[in-house]
Structures are given as C-alpha cells and as structure tokens.
C-alpha cells in the first residue's frame, strides 16, 4: 500500500469525528510467551490501517477544532542503540513519513503530558478510542490500559467508538485492497495445490500444513493470515482444529480451511479433497451437494441483497440438494449436516472487524462458506470462497483453486514428489 492509502483512510476518520474531538490509537504491544520470550507482534489491524505502520508501542494522537480543522501527531519510540542491537532498529520520523504520511512525530515519552496539556485545554470535549474486546476475559492492551487512566484523570472527556466509525470505513474495499486480496490468492491457491498434490494415504496433518507453509514462504515472511485449518478424517468434525496430529488413511477426506496474507489483506478459502486422489461415491454425492450450493450462491449475490439472507438462502438451498440426494428429509434436521453459517467478511482479519450491513454493496468481500458434517458416514468437509461484490453482481476471487470434483481428481494425479 502506498503512503496515500493510509493517508486518505485518516482524512476520511477524523472527517467523521465530531468537532472538538481528540482520537487516540495504540500499536499494541509484545504478548510474553514464556520467560524472557514474546510471540511475534502483531500490530493492532485498525492502527496499522490508519497508519500503516506495524511498530510496537508507538502511538497516534489526533485531534479536531470547533472549526473542524484536524491535526495529528504520532509518537515513536526514541532511539536506543543497545535495545536496537538486540531486537532491530526503530522507526524513525523519516520512515514514518515515507510509509503513512506523517509530518509531525515525537517521541512516547512525551505522549501522557501533551495528552494532558490537550484534554486541559478547554478545547476538546470526546474522546476516540478503539477499546473492543472479543471476551470480556481477554488481556488489556495498551489502549485498554489508557482508558483506565482516562477514566480516573480525563472523566469529563466524552467517549465515542472509533471502531465503529472504521468498521464502517473498513466494509467496503479500495481497488488496493482488491488488489492485494488477490495476490493473496494466487498464493493461497499454491498452497492448496501443493497440498493435494503431496497427498497420500498414511500423510499426517502437519505434513499437509508444511506443504503449505512451504509454498507460501516462496512469496513473503508473511505467511498464513491466521493459524491454518487442515484436518482428516474424524478430526474433520472438529470444525476450528489446529492440533496438525492426525493421520490420513486411506479413503479419509482431508479438509484444509486457510489463507495467505499479502500486503496485510488476508483470505479465507476452504477445500476438501479425499487424501488417496479419487472421491468415493459417498463422497461425490455430498460434494456435489456443497458444491451446487456454492455456485447457486455466486449467480445470485448482487448489491441489495441483504446480508443475512446470504446464509439463509444457502442453508435452504443445500437442504433442497440434500434432500434430493436422499441424505435429509425435513429442513428442520439440516443443522445435522450444516454446523456454522458462512458469509463473515475478509480483509485485515480472517473474520473482518467491520460493521455487519444491512444489505450488500459494492467492494464487499466476504466468504461463501458451505460446509457439510455427515458424521454416520465419516465425511466432513466445506467448500469456501471469497465472494467480491461488483456493480452488478459477484465474483469469486477464489475460483482459481481446484474447486470441482474433476479439477480436484486431475489436480491430485500431476503428484508432487
């Protein structure tokens, strides 16, 4: 992404906060692991998308008049030639300006007293802060931290959601994102190629999953989007699996739900395939199933649609292919064979941290998730796409993996090794 994209994702925020307004945004910090051992960071997805900066603990604070007129500033962390030789350097003023657009830095440790100066200063009376939670028991963060401070120091700032205003920013995509999108999934789809391409029986899970982190270690350190899904057998029915243990036998599906990350945009496709190369009869009549479900959904997506009959339309219409099949009877049994929706938006998160439409538009992505679980006859799988939502219809940005029964089987017999 060039440094405008960022630029112009700040101009449209702070053009949507009200006047007199101040808006504080926190990189995050290091997660320790164990002893004097960090996971790698991971930048807050809504600071990286106003900044595009991927630094630890720096800060962004913006503010705006009772005119309207906005400003910013970002804090960096100041420079320390012993930490840099043991962890790297760090960003600078110049780097800052070449990467977001940034011409006014300083340094964190000057944050808490020229916040102070700002929230005394008569002048501002809310204050922006992003301090989602996914559970209530989930770790503070450093924004999380500051509210606590706001709260006993600041109590007269007024407080607004930022998070709404960029998950709705966030919904739509810019013909960058798009773009990226799809060079995600060109990478994406290696890895899943490889992966059927190495499959035999007798392969175990974390052999598929090296096959594919070796294809996407072709492209970036970047890697997987989010920590992969790929599953055999019984452990298929474990719809969120990430324990790599189990062993493909033969006649075992393989179920591999995945995606590569490309300039920070992600995405999210899903793919069954039988590990010994050929689907048995059993298993083409369900994949049929999902995988009609899956087209009759890109025929009909369009602007307008509303959002929650995507899932609706296709839980009834694989119910109806079902049926037909001789598998399910009554609707009123589907959620036998269909455990989960599938339509979460895609973007800087797997599962988007946007707000939810009421109908859809242009420069939506998100998923089309059909996922069958027919545990009587030992077969789970799903087939999941990423749906682009044009002027006038779809697209599916996923459609170059092996999707069918024959491209999977012809896929299969090409053979890696």
């Not at 440790?109 to 802060?129: I, K, P, R, T, V």
């Not at 919904?171 to 391409?197: D, F, H, V």
């Not at 002027?391 to 017999?413: V, Y």
Request: hydrophobic letters at 35%.
């Amino acid at each position: 992404m060039k440094k405008e994209f960022f630029e112009g994702n700040r101009k449209r925020f702070y053009e949507s906060m009200k006047n007199n307004s101040l808006a504080v945004f926190f990189s995050g910090a290091e997660i320790r692991k164990s002893n004097d051992e960090y996971y790698p960071f991971f930048a807050n997805r809504n600071f990286f998308y106003l900044t595009g900066l991927e630094e630890k603990n720096i800060i962004l604070l913006a503010g705006k008049d009772g005119a309207g007129k906005a400003w910013e500033k970002l804090y960096l962390l100041s420079p320390d030639l012993m930490a840099e030789r043991w962890t790297g350097k760090r960003l600078k003023a110049d780097e800052a300006a070449e990467l977001g657009g940034f011409a006014n830095t300083g340094y964190v440790q000057a944050f808490d007293g020229e916040f102070h100066n700002c929230a005394y200063s008569g002048n501002y009376e809310y204050l922006y802060l992003d301090t989602f939670k996914y559970e209530e028991n989930d770790i503070d963060t450093p924004v999380h931290l500051f509210q606590k401070r706001v709260q006993n120091m600041y109590a007269f700032l007024k407080r607004e959601d930022a998070r709404a205003i960029l998950g709705r920013m966030r919904t739509i995509k810019q013909p960058c994102e798009i773009e990226a999108m799809r060079k995600a999934e060109l990478i994406t789809c290696e890895g899943i190629t490889r992966m059927m391409q190495a499959s035999k029986p007798g392969m175990y899970e974390y052999q598929y999953k090296a096959e594919f982190d070796y294809a996407l270690g072709q492209h970036s350190p970047a890697g997987s989007g989010f920590p992969s899904i790929i599953s055999a057998g019984q452990n298929n029915f474990c719809i969120h699996y990430y324990s790599y243990k189990g062993q493909a036998h033969d006649g075992d599906m393989v179920l591999n739900d995945v995606g590569a990350s490309y300039d920070n945009l992600v995405n999210d496709v899903s793919r069954g395939f039988p590990c010994n190369g050929t689907f048995s009869d059993r298993q083409k009549l369900l994949y049929e199933c999902a995988l009609r479900t899956s087209d009759h959904m890109f025929e009909i997506i369009k602007p307008g649609m509303k959002m929650s009959d995507v899932d609706a339309t296709a839980r009834r219409y694989n119910f109806e292919q079902l049926k037909e099949a001789g598998v399910c009877k009554d609707f009123a049994d589907i959620g036998t064979y269909m455990w989960h929706g599938g339509a979460h938006h895609v973007g800087y998160d797997c599962h988007d941290a946007i707000v939810t439409p009421e109908t859809i538009a242009p420069g939506m992505v998100f998923c089309v998730d059909i996922g069958i679980y027919h545990e009587e006859w030992g077969i789970g799988f799903r087939i999941e796409d990423n749906c682009l939502v044009t002027e006038d219809g779809c697209e599916n940005l996923s459609a170059m993996t092996p999707r069918t029964i024959q491209e999977i089987e012809d896929c299969m017999k090409k053979g890696l090794y």
